[in-house]
């Protein structure tokens, strides 16, 4: 079915190749940092993870959206998620690539990476990270191309996919609950301290995933003759809407014990945030927009009819994805470090070449995502027509 | 022998999954050192009360372990530094502290806990404690760089190797490795040194003293009657690392 | 066969990429180097030159883990005597070019030892400049193109 990928209109060509050229410098500009070491990025000894972890931590949402659309189809027969299932199997693989990739290129010696595997230490929660990462890229590898592949051939997917189906709709929840632990049971972070990191994870999981799926099965439907289906969207947009409201309860939630205990360590890293602290106020205008989005975005979906409208809806899923994108792939990993340990502030801001790297495993996504689903649609038109 | 080439492949894939699972039997075997337990528990105690205005201690230790001097406060790397005693202990501090308290250097390093974090969290097991003394100790050759135990440790204890330490040294002591880039560093108790039967650098360095070193287990040792002597405070007692390094105020 | 002159040419220029190696060094043999590794008068390598040249990676190895990780320091030699375990500080004490043991400086650690060291026959290198390139590390490992990164942290100065 690869094949499918390689021929395509001339505005999917200009796409691929717009795509190479940005992960050909994002790949130079990684092999900058190769050499030069990671003073080349923002971090600090206070802030020792940036831009790179914080994106992963998002991008690991995004990957266990695929669950979204296919508990609902396989456990409860949803049958109208079944045209979009593989699309959401094929968005886990790019995304949990991405996440991968963030990680190898914050490692201080990216050449030891085997270690993880050679000296396992299960007491080590990037071990199981590790783990349940290319579990799940594993898994959403076999099912998504073995149920399109079945499609193609009009036939049922062999038994055993299903059981893996089974299988990824936990292990999708095990992601994100173990990327959440890496940072839930640090004692020194007090930012991250909170017992409902977990449950944040999954909210804002739910809500930016399938924003990114119905943004994306728009695009299809307007560029391809595949047509995701109106009723598989709506429905879509009705989870985007709950885990949205959700999500921002939450942040009400850890507002609420921060301020109402008014205990300078719990609120110190959400003031810094939103605020500032001691004149430092870098990440502010980021937190805002994030919250003034998000309320635009839920207003918006709680609607039903801007919801049901494709034009309205696609504002709001955008909305949504970018003020995630903002809350966990900028603000959660950097407030955890501010104020440090000794309750001063170091600022963290990205460099060039990080934004570039960043960009470059951007790109990297979104190539895998176009090569896959140009097979998902070519398959699915083949069998249409 | 007879065999679908379906066979075959479930077969290779059976082995090769086996092969992969290798690393487990290392888990699962438990720790296997050989290291006949003298069963110390290094300590150190900071009378902070005789702490004067010099940096000797730094120098001593910086030197003698070839710990860069980078001018850059993000990416500059320390084993031993100073601060204030609200930055030191801030959650006892109020509006009303002396005078002479606030302005009182506090030693800060490594706190060598016996419940540290950093080791909890390393997925390499590249920062450990040693049994056979309680020091926790980094192995830079397995060390990946990923900096979990920074954002591990409640004391900022630890620096990152953000540049090529090398041409950041002054004058290299030959008989210490430096570092490279891309590995978390931080003070060692000077292992090399005890190993010899030395103090450790800093407290050697001391001209008043005020640095005091010892076997917690050993009731005799120095560490231990300064304890039952002085009333003395750790750092974040409450996040139960239960460290190893004790400030007389 | 399909596009055959397209895939006899990949296939050609394929196979001479990959066997390249072998006919661009054709007639240009090299020796391997000799291993003149530097004696002292009234010193002896911790192991003999057979063993060494077999097992002294494996024997670093080791030592990295046992020095590290278990704190064990000492090393017993088949011969019975005791050595540090230690690159820097027993390894390069002879093997380092341009080394004379005989007039040993003591370390650059500027302190002076309150108490006194145990004796364990290490006695610091030299502090005299030192060639990397023509070290007898760097040559043979050089020539079997096998690079330990080893100089990265020890210092060869």
Redesign the interface.
């Known amino acids: 079915m690869l094949e499918k990928a390689f021929s395509g209109s001339k505005r999917y060509w200009s796409w691929v190749i717009f795509l190479l050229v940005l992960i050909g410098i994002g790949f130079g500009s990684y092999l900058y940092q190769l050499n ?4 080349v ?1 923002g ?4 802030v ?2 940036g831009l790179y972890i914080g994106q992963f931590t998002f991008f690991v949402g995004v990957a266990a959206s695929a669950v979204m659309v296919v508990l609902p189809y396989y456990l409860h027969n949803v049958k109208e998620f079944g045209r979009i299932t593989v699309f959401g199997e094929f968005l886990a693989i790019a995304a949990v690539t991405m996440c991968l990739l963030f ?1 190898i290129v ?5 050449m ?2 085997f ?13 199981w990270d ?1 783990i349940v990462l290319n579990g799940y890229l594993l898994l959403n590898i076999l099912i998504g191309w073995n149920v399109l592949e079945a499609e193609r051939n009009a036939v049922a997917p062999p038994k055993w996919v299903k059981k893996l189906v089974y299988v990824s709709i936990p292990w999708a929840v095990s992601i994100h609950t173990v990327t959440a632990f ?2 839930s049971g ?4 007090h930012y991250w301290l909170t017992s409902i990191m977990a449950a944040r994870f999954l909210a804002s999981a739910f809500a930016a995933g399938p924003a990114l799926l119905i943004i994306l099965s728009l695009i299809v439907k307007k560029f391809t003759k595949f047509n995701p289906g109106e009723t598989a969207i709506k429905k879509l947009a009705l989870i985007v809407t709950y885990a949205t409201i959700i999500s921002i309860f939450f942040v009400i939630l850890e507002f609420f014990t921060a301020f109402y205990s008014n205990i300078p ?1 719990h609120m110190h890293s959400l003031e810094y945030l939103f605020a500032g602290l001691e004149g430092h106020s870098n990440m502010v205008p980021f937190m805002w927009m994030f919250a003034v989005l998000a309320v635009i975005a839920m207003v918006l979906l709680i609607n039903p009819g801007t919801r049901n409208k494709e034009n309205t809806l696609l504002i709001a899923c955008i909305a949504v994805f970018v003020s995630m994108m903002l809350e966990k792939g900028l603000g959660l990993i950097i407030g ?2 501010i104020p ?5 502030v ?1 600022e963290y801001a990205p460099t060039l070449p990080e934004l570039l790297i960043t960009l470059g495993v951007w790109a990297i996504g979104a190539f895998i995502l176009t090569i896959l689903y140009k097979v998902a649609v070519s398959v699915k038109e083949e069998v249409r027509a | 022998m007879k065999i679908s080439r379906r066979g075959f492949i479930k077969l290779t894939g059976a082995g090769a999954l086996g092969l992969g699972l290798l ?2 039997k ?2 699962l075997a438990g720790d296997h ?3 006949t337990s003298d069963g110390k528990r290094w300590a150190m105690v900071v009378d902070s009360r005789k702490c004067g205005e010099c940096n000797d201690c730094i120098v ?1 230790c910086h ?2 372990h ?1 710990v860069p001097e980078i001018d850059n ?5 320390k084993w031993l530094w100073k ?1 204030k005693y ?3 202990f ?2 006892q501090k109020h509006d009303f502290v002396d005078e002479d308290l606030k302005k009182r250097p506090f030693m800060m390093l490594c706190n060598h806990c016996d419940n540290p ?1 950093c080791v ?7 920062t ?1 404690k ?1 049994k ?2 309680g020091i926790v ?1 980094m ?10 135990c ?7 204890a630890r ?6 330490p090398r041409p950041f040294i002054e ?14 560093e931080k003070c060692n108790f000077c ?2 040194r005890l ?5 450790p ?1 800093c407290v ?2 001391c001209p008043n003293n005020a640095l005091i070193f010892g076997d917690l287990n050993d009731p005799d040792s120095e560490v231990r009657k300064v304890l039952r002597e002085h009333y003395t405070i750790q750092r ?1 007692p409450d ?3 239960r460290p190893s390094v004790y400030y007389i105020v | 066969m399909y596009d055959k002159g397209k895939i006899i040419t990949g296939i050609v220029i394929f196979l001479g990429l990959m066997t390249f190696p072998f006919w661009m060094s054709l007639g240009k043999a090299v020796n391997p180097p000799e291993a003149e590794i530097a004696q002292q008068l009234g010193e002896e390598c911790i192991e003999d030159a057979e063993y060494m040249r077999e097992n002294h990676m494996k024997l670093l190895n080791d030592w ?1 883990t046992e020095v ?6 000492i090393y017993v030699a088949s011969d019975g005597e005791k050595y540090e375990k230690s690159l ?2 027993t390894c390069l004490k002879c093997h380092a070019k341009g080394e004379n043991p005989g007039n040993v400086k003591l ?5 002076e ?6 004796d ?1 026959n290490s006695v ?2 030299s ?1 005299e400049a030192y060639d990397l390139e023509s070290s007898d590390c760097f040559r043979c490992h050089e020539y079997a193109a096998v690079e330990p990164d080893c100089w ?4 060869v ?1």
């Open positions: 030069k070491g990671l003073a990025t971090m600090s000894r206070d020792s993870w990680i914050d490692l201080g010696k990216p030891r990476l270690n993880v595997l050679i000296y396992a230490t299960p007491h080590s929660i990037m071990f590790m890496l940072i640090l004692p020194g972070r360590s955890g470090f440090n340990a000794f309750e001063k170091t | 690393p487990v290392n888990v050192s050989n290291v001593a030197k003698t070839n406060k993000e990416e500059e790397i601060e609200e930055h030191a801030p959650s974090a909890r969290v390393c997925p390499t097991q590249a450990f040693r056979s003394d100790m192995d830079y050759h397995r060390c990946i760089g990923c900096r979990y920074m954002a591990g440790c409640p004391y900022g620096s990152f190797n953000f540049n090529d004058e290299i002591n030959k008989t210490y490795p430096t570092r490279t880039k891309g590995v978390v292992a090399e190993a010899k039967g030395s103090l650098a050697e360095a974040k996040l139960g690392t | 990295r590290v990780r278990e704190g064990d320091r820097q500080n370390s650059d650690d500027g302190l030892s309150k108490y006194k060291e145990i364990l610091q290198p502090a990265d942290c020890h210092i100065d």
